[in-house]
């Protein structure tokens, strides 16, 4: 069964820094692209970043250039930088394994980041 726990989030004001993790299980972890998404309040789910078994990384606009997404397979773990933060990026942050577009397993219990003064 895939297990996904999601750590790091914290309140951080405008132009902090934060990192990342989420640790999974379950399922041949270096065998899989895995993604970050957020939700914020009243919104939608978005995918962040993606990185592929082979560490081929992709970022939504809004992000790139301050986050940064690496993996470990050997920890079976993916982790998130996210420099320069800003309010926007205020949301529950969640990581899932996904084969080509298609995600799998169900979701973690997320880590909330809150960018604020």
């Known amino acids: 069964q895939v297990q996904l726990v999601e750590s790091g989030g914290g309140l951080v004001q405008p132009g902090g820094s934060l990192r990342l993790s989420c640790a999974a299980s379950g399922f041949t972890f270096s065998s899989y692209a895995m993604r970050w998404y957020r939700q914020a309040p009243g919104k939608e789910r978005e995918l962040v970043a993606h990185?592929?078994?082979?560490?081929?990384?992709n970022y939504a606009d809004s992000v790139k250039g301050r986050f940064t997404v690496s993996r470990d397979n050997a920890k079976k773990t993916v982790y998130l930088q996210m420099n320069s933060l800003k309010p926007e990026d205020t949301a529950v942050y969640y990581c899932?394994?996904?084969?080509?577009?298609?995600?799998?397993?169900?979701w973690g219990q997320g880590t909330q980041v809150t960018v604020s003064s």
């Open positions: 899932k394994p996904s084969y080509g577009s298609v995600t799998f397993g169900n």
């Open positions: 990185i592929t078994s082979d560490g081929g990384t």
